[in-house]
């Protein structure tokens, strides 16, 4: 039997490694959401979300990146085993067999709730929207210590957003601390009011043909460096072309998009690649 050295043991765990890596990247890359999402509408830069729904440029995620977002949505399951084991009543689709979303007239606006809940205790006997989230140390502490509706304001816009969408009055919240594995809970009512002005901002952003303002004019303002769209907004990085980056497009009814050069419903398949007389939209 072949014998190996140490280095050579090394160098066969780093490619294994940067195998597993590759292999996330291939297989867990998302393409671009093609509506804009309740777990987006709560950021505070009108621009950034504006730039996504346009699709203003793709980001690519390193394959640990990628595991981090799979291990937030394998936790799900996980946290809904442990309610179901205490007793509740967790609906996580519909009639249909579907993920309970909500969706505006247009289609272009919505998202997907992480399932309705019934508690166990015959005092309580109210309907849930779940919102369930991973965190990490720093963002576990300030969630503990805050609370969800001042730590984390973008959650709570999707727990109003899904609890107006599916009348229903108040949300649970579970977070869990990726670092130690505490669990933060808590039970809220929900803003039905701040979730109409979110669709109303939803649809001023999706009706858009030019670009909102941004948060902040000066890109060393601490939102602006962590935003992926950082070189499109403040430095002049061209846009990716497709069609719904291009000035030509335009966001209709029924979830679709029409061109007002070509005066056509653009076909879905067509959209990522645009065509020849595509303009950049900003």
């Not at 508690?119 to 969800?148: A, D």
């Not at 505490?182 to 701040?194: F, N, S, V």
Request: hydrophobic fraction near 35%; include cysteine; aromatic fraction near 10%.
């Amino acid at each position: 039997m072949a014998k190996f050295h140490a280095r050579q043991l090394e160098a066969l765990a780093q490619r294994i490694h940067g195998d597993i890596d590759q292999y996330c990247v291939d297989t867990m890359s998302d393409e671009h959401r093609t509506h804009l999402g309740a777990s987006l509408i709560g950021e505070d830069c009108d621009a950034k979300i504006w730039y996504a729904f346009r699709w203003a440029h793709k980001e690519v995620f390193s394959g640990r990146m990628l595991r981090l977002f799979e291990r937030g949505k394998l936790e799900e399951a996980r946290i809904t085993r442990y309610l179901r084991g205490i007793g509740f009543t967790i609906s996580e689709v519909d009639d249909t067999g579907r993920q309970f979303k909500i969706a505006d007239s247009s289609g272009h606006y919505g998202g997907s709730t992480d399932g309705l809940a019934m508690p166990p205790y015959p005092e309580f006997p109210i309907k849930m929207v779940c919102e369930f989230k991973t965190h990490n140390q720093g963002s576990f502490r300030l969630l503990k210590e805050k609370g969800v509706i001042l730590s984390k304001p973008k959650h709570w816009a999707q727990m109003n957003s899904y609890g107006k969408g599916f009348s229903i009055e108040y949300g649970l919240y579970v977070g869990v601390g990726k670092n130690d594995d505490d669990l933060h809970i808590e039970c809220l009512p929900l803003d039905w009011g701040a979730a109409d002005d979110l669709h109303i901002r939803a649809d001023r952003i999706i009706r858009s043909q030019v670009r909102p303002a941004k948060i902040a004019l000066n890109p060393s303002h601490f939102e602006c460096k962590m935003c992926a769209f950082i070189d499109n907004c403040h430095h002049g990085k061209p846009l990716q072309v497709n069609c719904r980056s291009c000035k030509h497009a335009h966001a209709i009814e029924g979830k679709q998009w029409g061109c007002d050069f070509h005066n056509v419903v653009l076909p879905s398949d067509f959209i990522p690649k645009g065509c020849t007389n595509w303009k950049p939209i900003a």
